[in-house]
C-alpha cells in the first residue's frame, strides 16, 4: 500500500510550485534514507517510510504553509491513511514523527520513528544540495548569494544534529557542499 502513498504525493508534487524535482530530489531521498535508518535505529520501517511520503505534503498542496508544515501535514496523515486501512496506532505514529520532523531529533525525547525522519530529512537536505538552492532562489526568492548563505547556515545547523548513522549516509558530501557553497565547514 506504501506505493500507493508514493504514488499519490508524486502525482501532487508534480503539480505543485516545487516541481516534480521535489519529489525525486527530496521526498524519495528522505524515504530511501528514512528506511535505511529505521534498520539501524530501532524505527518501525513501515511506520517511517509512509511519514517520509508524507512528511512534506502540507507544503506541497500550499507553499504558503511552509511555516506550520510540519503540523499541518500531521493533520493530513489521517485524512490519507485511514482509507487505505491503516491501523489507528500506526497513524499516530505516522502524524507523530511528520509534526516533528523539521529539525533531527536524538533519540531520548522522541520515538525512534520522530527520530529516524528527522534525521533523513536532514540527510536528505545534504543529499541533494542543489534542490535546495534552487529552492532558496525560486520559491523563497532569495538572492543568488543570500541563497547559498542560507543553505550553509541551513546545513550546518542540521549537520551538527545529525546523529552518527546519519552521518554516514552522507559521507563527504557534507564538506564538499561546503565547498561548493564557498564556504569552510567549521572544525
Do not use: N
Amino acid at each position: 500500500m506504501t506505493d500507493k502513498i508514493e504514488e499519490l504525493v508524486k502525482q501532487e508534487c508534480a503539480g505543485s510550485a516545487f516541481g516534480p524535482a521535489f519529489f525525486f530530489d527530496h521526498v524519495s531521498v528522505v524515504a530511501d534514507c528514512a528506511s535505511r535508518l529505521a534498520k539501524t535505529l530501532g524505527a518501525d520501517e513501515e511506520v517511517v517510510v509512509l511519514a517520509a511520503w508524507l512528511h512534506d505534503l502540507a507544503a506541497v498542496r500550499d507553499p504558503t504553509a511552509q511555516p506550520d508544515h510540519a503540523l499541518l501535514g500531521a493533520e493530513l496523515a489521517p485524512q490519507i491513511l485511514t482509507p487505505y486501512g491503516y491501523a489507528e496506532a500506526t497513524i499516530g505514529s505516522v502524524a507523530r514523527a511528520i509534526a516533528s520532523h523539521s529539525f533531527p531529533l536524538a533519540p531520548g525525547g522522541a520515538s525512534p520513528e520522530e527520530v529516524c525522519l528527522s534525521q533523513a530529512d536532514g540527510v536528505a537536505q545534504m543529499l541533494r544540495p542543489f534542490y535546495w538552492l534552487y529552492f532558496a532562489t525560486s520559491i523563497r526568492a532569495l538572492a543568488y548569494q543570500e541563497a547559498r548563505s542560507w543553505l550553509a547556515k541551513l546545513l550546518a545547523s542540521k549537520w551538527e544534529a545529525l546523529l552518527p548513522a546519519a552521518r554516514r549516509l552522507v559521507g563527504q558530501r557534507y564538506e564538499v557542499t561546503l565547498e561548493l557553497l564557498g564556504c569552510e565547514p567549521e572544525r
